[in-house]
């Protein structure tokens, strides 16, 4: 049952550096398998990793929201995951042994044989098999891996958004326990952003704001009314909580803040949330950032609850998925460049802000062409 033949894959070397790798396709067992690759989405993350600001131990070969076709997979694993040869799954980014007291708990994030170090985009090629991670023609399969059907009638590059979608609706939803009539502010543009706010309307939100920055973003505020949101603010030129306050609100219930590289959002985040609101941070900003204007006494006067998160979980990736094929929001026009696995480094490079040309709201790898 194990194919035969070579995998092609960009093994990161070091921070800019993607090199096109053969490996041998490994043998599997009763309890893995191999999936054959159609889209990797890119986020944030992955230009992060290629410019050396997240880093991992190298090589490895990044890329960690993957959709594909189940190539090979032994009888155990088959019936575990519910799966058979042919079908189409998303692969969650995190592992779980399953007997773990934190995967016995649901926490699986914190898993102690894989936790937040050993997850797919992140493993180094030198471990065997070497394929862990989207930027390859195939990926291998762990005991330990989650996948999820992909519905049909999907396309595999519009299906990657499973992933930002369901941190939308974890980060959106379940984590400040949104509730039908509420005001969410969202902070950054992206398509993480705009997962947020499709999330937080689908889940009954009254008002959903979205902020930007800058002439880069206006393509993206544009398009976010699409995506659930009433009101969409260029910080550079337009007050947010001004904005609000004039739209006949007096502040938000429910601020997210999913930015990158903006230090200065956070002390916008609490500004712009209401008396009791919950505040919720998602990006990160690397070690030692300032946050430029925060001013700590709001979190007192104004009693809010300032919550981390950090990935994603089952149920919402699960619900990302039932949301992208009801198509309520226009997931498959959002503006989508694809490259292959030739094309991928060029694309990254723009998206990490150090090649010119436009960027994409949505990049996808189809590493198959
Ligand atoms: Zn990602
Ligand atoms: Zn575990």
């Given at each position: 049952m194990t194919p035969t033949g070579t995998a092609r894959a960009l093994v990161l070397r070091q921070a800019r550096r993607l090199e096109a790798t053969t490996f041998e396709l490994p043998s599997i067992g009763d309890d893995d398998g191999i999936l054959r690759i159609e889209a990797c989405g890119l986020c944030g993350t992955d230009h992060e990793q290629w410019s050396g600001h997240i880093s991992a131990a190298y090589p490895y070969i990044p890329g960690h929201e993957i959709v594909g076709i189940i190539e090979a997979v032994g009888t155990t694993a088959a019936a575990r995951w519910g799966v058979t040869v042919g079908d189409r799954v998303a692969v969650e980014v995190f592992m779980s042994c399953r007997i773990c007291e934190a995967c016995l708990a649901g926490?699986?994030?914190?898993?102690?044989?894989?936790?937040?170090?050993?997850?797919y985009g992140f493993?180094?090629?030198?471990?065997?098999?070497?394929?862990?991670?989207?930027?390859?023609t195939h990926l291998y399969l762990h005991p330990d891996a989650l996948v999820l059907p992909v519905p049909a009638g999907l396309d595999p590059a519009v299906a990657t958004a499973f992933n930002p979608l369901g941190a939308g609706i974890r980060w959106g939803v379940t984590v400040p326990d949104l509730q039908p009539g509420e005001v969410v502010a969202v902070l950054g543009p992206g398509i993480r952003g705009l997962s947020v706010a499709a999330a937080a309307k689908d889940a009954g939100a009254s008002f959903v704001l979205m902020t930007g920055l800058g002439p880069r973003d206006l393509p993206r505020l544009d398009q976010a009314k699409a995506f659930g949101v009433d009101l969409a603010v260029d910080v550079s030129t337009t007050d947010p909580v001004r904005a609000l306050r004039q739209a006949g609100l007096r502040g938000a219930d429910v601020v997210v803040d999913v930015t990158a590289k903006a230090p200065a959002a956070f002390a916008q985040a609490v500004k712009l949330a209401t008396t009791g609101g919950r505040v919720v941070l998602a990006g990160t900003r690397g070690a030692g950032a300032q946050t430029p204007?925060?001013?700590?006494d709001h979190i007192v006067y104004k009693e809010l609850t300032v919550l981390g998160t950090l990935g994603v979980d089952f149920p919402a990736y699960q619900q990302a998925l039932r949301l992208l094929e009801s198509r309520r929001f226009p997931f498959e026009q959002l503006p989508r460049e694809t490259v292959d696995l030739d094309g991928a480094e060029e694309l990254i490079a723009r998206l990490a802000g150090e090649a010119e040309g436009a960027v994409p709201v949505h990049g996808v790898v189809l590493p198959n062409g």
């Amino acid at each position: 049952m194990t194919p035969t033949g070579t995998a092609r894959a960009l093994v990161l070397r070091q921070a800019r550096r993607l090199e096109a790798t053969t490996f041998e396709l490994p043998s599997i067992g009763d309890d893995d398998g191999i999936l054959r690759i159609e889209a990797c989405g890119l986020c944030g993350t992955d230009h992060e990793q290629w410019s050396g600001h997240i880093s991992a131990a190298y090589p490895y070969i990044p890329g960690h929201e993957i959709v594909g076709i189940i190539e090979a997979v032994g009888t155990t694993a088959a019936a575990r995951w519910g799966v058979t040869v042919g079908d189409r799954v998303a692969v969650e980014v995190f592992m779980s042994c399953r007997i773990c007291e934190a995967c016995l708990a649901g926490q699986y994030r914190r898993c102690v044989r894989h936790g937040v170090r050993h997850f797919y985009g992140f493993i180094s090629s030198e471990e065997a098999p070497h394929l862990w991670g989207g930027y390859a023609t195939h990926l291998y399969l762990h005991p330990d891996a989650l996948v999820l059907p992909v519905p049909a009638g999907l396309d595999p590059a519009v299906a990657t958004a499973f992933n930002p979608l369901g941190a939308g609706i974890r980060w959106g939803v379940t984590v400040p326990d949104l509730q039908p009539g509420e005001v969410v502010a969202v902070l950054g543009p992206g398509i993480r952003g705009l997962s947020v706010a499709a999330a937080a309307k689908d889940a009954g939100a009254s008002f959903v704001l979205m902020t930007g920055l800058g002439p880069r973003d206006l393509p993206r505020l544009d398009q976010a009314k699409a995506f659930g949101v009433d009101l969409a603010v260029d910080v550079s030129t337009t007050d947010p909580v001004r904005a609000l306050r004039q739209a006949g609100l007096r502040g938000a219930d429910v601020v997210v803040d999913v930015t990158a590289k903006a230090p200065a959002a956070f002390a916008q985040a609490v500004k712009l949330a209401t008396t009791g609101g919950r505040v919720v941070l998602a990006g990160t900003r690397g070690a030692g950032a300032q946050t430029p204007g925060f001013d700590p006494d709001h979190i007192v006067y104004k009693e809010l609850t300032v919550l981390g998160t950090l990935g994603v979980d089952f149920p919402a990736y699960q619900q990302a998925l039932r949301l992208l094929e009801s198509r309520r929001f226009p997931f498959e026009q959002l503006p989508r460049e694809t490259v292959d696995l030739d094309g991928a480094e060029e694309l990254i490079a723009r998206l990490a802000g150090e090649a010119e040309g436009a960027v994409p709201v949505h990049g996808v790898v189809l590493p198959n062409g």
